[in-house]
């Protein structure tokens, strides 16, 4: 490629390294600074010196496999665009359903309180906070650059009702009742071969992997969230497309009451929750 490369010409030598398109077009769109669409509507804009060594230098990112979102510094969730760099996780399209059921889930009444466990980027409480703009949400993480990304994230996009606290789980946090726990923590057991490929190798361990069977942070939270939930408090938990079972006789186990589970876009097993049981003194 020279001096005079066009964008076409540039989409076709990316092409010859990367094979999905999408991603040579992401890629050129977000140096270009423009969408997508001006490429296909302009194949024949020149670009910069400068701009196509950038181009070279993201595409052999890629090439290595650094994901997409990390190499753009951002990932639509929701209604959102949100940065993500290396020290969150990348949000997913099934965490969507998360925020979805919430939302159909809790009342939609003013002054509700919300807890997000393990926050990363921030995705669940922020697309929960613009939906409900009167709720009051504490999202937690235990990694402080997420933390900070989270609180950016919600910087950008204006929104005010949400605390966020550096804590490992419930420890740092004020004992406050919550109407509804939520959380997309990690589940993924430790030697799980997906955890070495693809996209997944680049991402935070501590985001993905929780002890040998990957349920750990998801019994510690099923426990402690009675002390956090108010009487009727609703907690709602995202899971691996196996793990329905266990996690439903655990809360089950701790007398949970109206257990659930809900599938996502691709029909599977994704989110389960129940109501907090009544402890012996209420
Ligand atoms: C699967 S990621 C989910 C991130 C974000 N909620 C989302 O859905 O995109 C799990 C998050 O839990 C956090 N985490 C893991 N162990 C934790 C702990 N002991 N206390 C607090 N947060 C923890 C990780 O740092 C990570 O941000």
Known sequence: ?????????????????????????????????KDRAFLFAHPEAKLSPAELAHYQVLIAERVKGMPIAYIIGYRPFWSLTLKVTPDTLIPRHETERLVEIALESIPNEPHQTLLDLGTGSGAVALAIAKERPTWMIDATDFCPKALEVAQENARRHNITNIHFYLSD?????????YHAIVSNPPYIPIHDEHISQGDVRFEPQSALVSGEDGLESIRHIIKYSVDFLHPEGLLLLEHGYCQKNKI?????????????????????????????????NE
């Open 1 to 33: 490629m020279n001096r005079c490369t066009s964008v076409f010409e540039a989409l076709a030598q990316a092409r010859s390294h990367i094979d999905a398109r999408i991603e040579t077009e992401i890629l050129l769109a977000h140096i270009l600074k």
């Open 169 to 177: 789980w419930f420890l740092q946090l004020p004992l406050n009742r």
């Open 248 to 280: 439903m006789s655990i809360l089950s186990q701790l007398g949970y009451q109206n257990i659930k589970c809900w599938k996502d876009y691709l029909g599977h097993d994704r989110v389960s929750g129940g109501i907090r049981p009544i402890t012996p």
